[in-house]
């Protein structure tokens, strides 16, 4: 659906004589010039370079899949981590889950996360942006492989905080993300 953007941001961009008329359609348009974004047009379809993102129960709902470099035009966030599945310690960047969240406005409920092996799994919002979630993009400063978990992995700060790599919290790590679809609150 990338192939023809230019064309499609051209006649969808939102009007900016329009003033918003509450808070959340702001950041809703917000995150829409970040992203330069069009509606979706059909079913969310895994292609390992692009995230789904889809909001229900907001003011604005949205659905749409937002391509790997313009995740990486959103604000980046870098955490430092030590897992069962990387090798000493590691620093990854990408969105933070705060922030995704937040520019959807977002900031409860539940969210359901798939991966592109069809993995998929629901956790609560507020307890993935308190454990400091990244939605990582780069591992060491390089891009994710999908054959290295990529190209989207939700990460923690396990480095300062072991506990967010132990056992109990293990499930949270999901490697490649496929798409995110946060539930009505
Ligand atoms: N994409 C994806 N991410 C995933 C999983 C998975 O099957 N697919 N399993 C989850 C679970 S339940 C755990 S405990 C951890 C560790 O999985 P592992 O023990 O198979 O390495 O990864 C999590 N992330
Ligand atoms: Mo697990």
């Not at 969310?44 to 889809?54: C, E, F, N, Q, Y």
């Not at 520019?103 to 799994?121: D, F, M, Q």
């Not at 990460?155 to 905080?161: D, G, K, L, N």
């Amino acid at each position: 659906m990338f192939r023809n953007l230019p064309a499609r941001i051209a006649r969808s961009l939102p009007r900016l004589d329009a003033p918003p008329a509450v808070g959340d359609l702001r950041v809703a348009l917000a995150l829409a010039l970040v992203l330069g974004l069009a509606p979706a047009t059909g079913p969310a379809r895994a292609d390992g370079l692009s995230l789904g993102v889809t909001a229900e129960g907001v003011a604005h709902p949205m659905s749409q899949r937002i391509a790997l470099d313009q995740l990486a035009a959103m604000p980046q966030a870098e955490v430092r981590a030590v897992t069962p599945w990387t090798e000493g310690e590691v620093t990854f960047a990408g969105v933070a889950f705060q922030t995704l969240a937040h520019s959807l406005g977002v900031a409860g409920g539940k969210v359901v996360l798939r991966a592109l092996n069809a993995y998929e799994i629901t956790l609560n919002t507020a307890q993935v942006i308190e454990d400091g979630g990244v939605l990582a993009t780069r591992m060491n400063g390089k891009p994710i492989p999908i054959r290295d978990k990529g190209p989207v992995w939700l990460v923690f700060p396990s480095a300062e905080r072991p506990d967010l790599a132990s056992a109990d919290k293990a499930h949270m790590w999901i490697w490649q993300v496929d798409e995110i679809r946060f539930l009505a609150q």
